[in-house]
Structure formats: C-alpha cells, structure tokens
C-alpha cells in the first residue's frame, strides 16, 4: 500500500474516530478484512458476515499490531476505531480516494463468460513491459474490488482489475471506484437472470462501466457477440472489437490444437500477423488472448512481447484445467457455469479423440429460464455427439431428459450418489469434462476420478 495515512481513511468514510489523535497520522500498512492477514499498522475492518462476525476478532487484530478498526459497533477493548454505519459502504468510500492518489491506467474487465481468463492474460501480456497489479482470485464484487484496490502498491505502472455482478447498480458502484481507463467486455451472457432478466438486461448492467470511464480511455469489446457488436460508440469513440467476425480490429486464423495442454494460431491485425500459442484448449480461449493482444497493442508491445505473455499464460484454479492420470483425461472447469461456458467447454471436449464424457451439473441463478437453459445445454451435447453425458442436480434433469432418447446418458440427484456409479460409467482412457455451478461442489468429483 502506497502512503496513505488512518486521517485520509477517515475522511474518506466519514466516519467517528474513537483513540489517541496522534495516530491519525500513522501511515497505513494495509487495510485488510481477514484478521489472519494483520500486521503492523494495519486497518482492520470488521465484516458482519453469513458465519462469522469480524468485530469478535478486533481485540487480536489490535495485539497483532493493527492501528485501528473500522467497525460497525464499539469493540469491547474499546481499542482505537472509526465508527460507521456499514463497513461495506466504508471499504467502497475508502476504496474510491486511494484509487484517486494514483495517475497510472486502469483496466476494467467484465463479461459473462471468460473475464477471469482475459484478467490473466491481459496481465501476463502486459507485465512483459510494465509492473502490473491484478485482481487476485475471484476478487471482483464490492468487497473484493476494495481489497483488490488497497494491495496496490507506489511502484504499479498499470492495473487490471476484475468487476463482477448479478444485479443492476453493482457495476455502477465498482466502476465509480475503479475510473477504468479501458472497459474490456469479453461478451452477454445469459447469467444472473434472476436479477437481470434477459441478455439485454445483462447488457445495460454490466455497460454501466462506460458511465465512469476516463475522458481519453477506450472501449474494448468482443465482436463475436451480437450484443456488443451493436455497439457503436462510447463516449464519442468507436470501440476497438477482437473476435472471429467481420469488421474485428483483432482477429485470428489457422487455429491448430493438440488437443492435450496448446492451442497455437496466428494473428491478425491492420499492422501486421504474428503466431502465437496459448497453453490452454478452445477457440474461446484463443479469443480471449485476442482481447489482450488489443490490450497489448494499445499500450505499446510488440508482436513478440505480445506472443510471449500469451505463451505464459496459465489456467487459474478450476478452469478448463487439464489434468492427466495414467487412465484418465480430465477437463476440471467446475469452478462455475452459465449456459455460455457450459457451451464452450462442450465443445473444447467435442475436439478430443477417443470417448468423450461430460459430467454436467446445475447452472444457478438462470431465473424463469432455467429450464429451458438446461435443455438448450441437452440438445448441444447432442448436437456434438458425445458419448456418454452425467447430469447431476435438479436442473440438470433437464438435460438428460433432452439428450437421453438421443445419445448414451445416464442422471444421478447428488453428487453423492453419482461418485457410487462412476466407477462402473468410465474407461480407460475417457475424456472427461467436469463442470457445473460452484455451488454444485463439484470439486468432489475430479478428486474422486482423479484416484480411479
């Protein structure tokens, strides 16, 4: 955390400070939520949260070398604190005048289907010329962006930074923290429908970005989808769209994958063509480094500088993560889904030889659809002759009713009674997708098939 003092912390979040006023000029160390992670001059923040309540652990955040908390009540060592209503609200004010004490660009990423994935590439592009700082995991809601914010040190040339939502207003509060310089959306999906709706809901949500971007900043937009592709200007600039389709600044062809651990393509743009390889399967990941080689070219990199930071990208967590036993391949994407990615990894698993087995769970939060979304994801695994499909969950009934009269397939309610069967369903080998919501646990099952 660059220099910023518990006075500034304070008149940002407006709150009632309570302890001696020389600390008030103290330099903060961090501002963390996790009381595992305080240390000296740290600003503590109390979260109330489903399980634990943060303003039980003030007294040993104190004694690990905290400065202060920021709470929502009077801790009981009546230790030093700032008082506020919502300690949420607090992180986001706070959050906003750090952001304000740095001149460097921001990058602001969202989509459906594929931010996380363009978040890391779009770094690994750019850290090939500049120091960059990154949202870290799933860091990308109001908490997260906050936290995400305060680990920003002095020394940052760029940041990239993650923005995820589920309702209307949530991206208007994340990007009147974040100010991006550039809006990167990767595409509309049909996610978060219990809120948003419809595609055309999801649009006017996660588009509220462009309310808050610089002056000179620049959209940068996925022309494969027909939602962005509508597009036509923000704020008075046309955006700069990547994809497979007509009229994309950056594009791609002759695409080639070993369909174990690479994909390699070339790129094309109005200045020239170069090859580059991604370690990762699915023409939706090569579309994904066509955003960033956008990112790239409008900072300044080269070809090679580009192709390298491609090259050097690696899968996070459990997303499309390949992984090989002596029996088995295993496509571990069960990290989350919506009809969209569920989509692409079907196909990245349609391009495998041999037998092909998608073990598919419920996908969440689809509203009135949720049905008919499933059935959709039925008929798709038909449309792409695999041979044998699992569905597990309520919802996924929905599949196995659509593809069962029609290819190999097979329904379990739990994940628990599915693990019994799967022993008996898989052979040596199998290709297999592993993906549903991550409410679904499905972590559980590539543990289980990774031993068999």
Known sequence: MKSFTLKQALTACNGQYFGEADLLEQELSSIVTDSRKVKKNSLFAAIVGERVDGHNFIPQCIEAGALCSLCEKTPSDNSPHILVESTKQALIDIATAYRLTFSIPFIG?????????????????????????????????????????????????????????????????????????????????????????????????KTEMFDFMSKDGIAVLCGDDDKLSEIKEVQGKAPVFFGFSDGCAYTAHSI???????????????????????????????????????????????????????????????????????????????????????????????GFEGRR?????????LGSQEAELHCEIGRFAVEKTLDLVIAIGDLALNIYKVARPHIDCEWFSTVEEAKLELYEMLTIGDTILV???????????VDYIKEL
């Open 256 to 350: 080639t994958s070993d369909n174990e651990t690479k994909t390699e393509f070339a790129v094309k743009y109005a200045e020239g063509e170069f090859s580059a390889t991604v370690y990762a399967l699915g023409k939706h990941m090569v579309a994904n480094a066509l955003g960033a080689t956008a990112i790239g070219k409008h900072f300044g990199l080269s070809d090679e500088e580009i192709a390298q930071g491609i090259a050097e990208y690696k899968p996070t967590g459990s997303r499309q993560n390949v992984i090989k036993t002596e029996k088995l391949t295993i496509i571990d994407d069960c990290y989350n889904a919506n009809p969209a990615s569920m989509k692409a990894s079907i196909e990245t698993l349609a």
């Open 435 to 445: 993906k549903a919501s991550h409410s679904m646990k499905f972590e559980e099952i």
């Open 109 to 205: 990423i969202s989509g459906s289907v594929g931010k996380t994935t363009t978040k890391e590439m779009i770094a690994s592009v750019l850290s090939q010329k500049y120091k960059v700082h990154k949202t870290q995991g799933n860091f990308n809601n109001d908490l997260g962006v906050p936290l995400t914010l305060f680990a920003l040190e002095a020394d940052a040339e760029i940041a990239v930074i993650e923005m995820g939502i589920s309702d209307f207003g949530e991206m208007t509060v994340l990007s009147r923290i974040v100010k991006p310089d550039v809006c990167v959306l990767t595409n509309i999906g049909k996610c978060h429908l219990e809120c948003l709706i419809d595609r055309d809901g999801v649009k006017k949500a």
């Open 357 to 365: 087995v998608a073990i598919l769970g419920d996908m969440k939060e």
